[in-house]
């Protein structure tokens, strides 16, 4: 097994933001490969992130961004649990990714909870009634008709968007990351979007 | 009577930004008082812009404002006619000063027409109890009706609530003075206020 020195521990920490044993930990568990002990910090990361998702988010910020000297502007309200967490620069760079995100993207909803059942039945029916006409067997429509379904939930809900910035994640791979490093649960409360002249 | 100057006619554009013969015509009007040159020419703007008011405004500019580090912010939409209006440092000037006005005030709607009529008789229909209860007699009670309609019209709407960094006008006045000073229509369109933790 590589020995794990204090520089390499300090690096990982720098990093990811972990604590030194953490850091020593996930670095002794990859036999000393920093880009493994990233993921693996990741994981437990992920892993403490969700037991946070339960705890209550009424502290943050709201921020705004404005796009094309005035065109587009966005409103947002990121939530998490302290003010002293919202005073970060990690959480103050969140919140502006995010509203570039929403002006950039054009999400709808934060959830797919969020959206009326009404809507998601309409989008149903619209591709069965589709897949109908071109023909397809009953016994697939429903199967395709939930792949449609991904998409157009991957399209609307802004945590399911590819991330502007970095395709290769989810919005919501964003938030965990920084649930992760942060170590408070983080909640995208509400967002607005007005585009100039739009009705 | 007074002479008019050429000095004269550029000091009061430059405070008014009307039109060179409008302000020859409103200083020989007043015999050369710039105070009340300045009155006249408002007078004509304000015949002017209602006539505007008419015309469509789909120009504009989103402006933003956020409070407090973050613990409270406004998006608002405001329309004009034409890009270069938007440009203008009196526009902007505007946008910042009604962002500012929707922080401090917390105005729920623009105008009176935004709001819904089951929200006005809502609120007639308390003061009539509330008055009733007093033992107030009938035929005054719709009369004190109409008063306190108005006060809560002065609360709730935006263009009738007191500018709050001249409590002297209302919002609309300095709406009417930016029309009279721009030449265009201009319209609140929308505005949103988050504030934190909101329910």
């Known amino acids: 097994m590589a020995e794990?020195?204090?520089?390499?521990?300090?690096e990982l920490r720098d990093k990811t933001g972990a604590g030194m044993?953490?850091?020593k930990k996930a670095l002794q568990a990859t036999g000393g490969d920093m880009d493994k002990?990233?993921?693996?910090?990741?994981?437990?990361?992920?892993?403490?992130a969700r037991k946070r998702a339960s705890r209550i988010a009424n502290q943050g910020k709201i921020g705004s961004y404005i796009h094309a000297n005035g065109a587009l502007g966005v409103l947002v309200e990121?939530?998490?649990e302290t003010d002293f967490v919202a005073n970060t620069d990690e959480f103050n760079a969140l919140l502006k990714?995010?509203?570039?995100?929403?002006?950039?993207?054009?999400?709808?909803?934060?959830?797919?909870?969020?959206?009326?059942?009404?809507?998601?039945?309409?989008?149903?029916?619209?591709?069965?009634?589709?897949?109908?006409?071109?023909?397809?067997?009953?016994?697939?429509?429903?199967?395709?008709?939930?792949?449609?379904?991904?998409?157009y939930f991957e399209e609307?809900?802004?945590?399911?968007?590819?991330?502007?910035?970095d395709t290769s994640v989810k919005v919501k791979d964003i938030i965990d990351?920084?649930?992760?490093?942060?170590?408070?649960?983080?909640?995208v409360r509400r967002f607005v979007r007005f585009k100039l002249g739009e009705e």
Chains 1, 2 share one sequence.
């Open 97 to 151: 990714d995010i509203a570039m995100q929403i002006a950039a993207s054009n999400p709808l909803y934060v959830n797919r909870e969020d959206i009326p059942d009404e809507v998601v039945e309409k989008e149903k029916e619209f591709h069965r009634n589709q897949l109908k006409k071109e023909g397809k067997p009953e016994h697939v429509i429903e199967r395709i008709v939930e792949g449609k379904l991904k998409k």
């Open 156 to 165: 609307v809900c802004l945590l399911e968007q590819d991330f502007i910035k």
């Open 4 to 10: 794990i020195t204090a520089k390499m521990v300090k």
């Open 177 to 187: 990351s920084a649930i992760a490093k942060l170590g408070e649960n983080i909640v």
């Open 78 to 80: 990121i939530n998490c």
């Open 21 to 23: 044993m953490d850091c």
């Open 37 to 48: 002990a990233i993921e693996k910090l990741r994981e437990m990361g992920l892993a403490s």
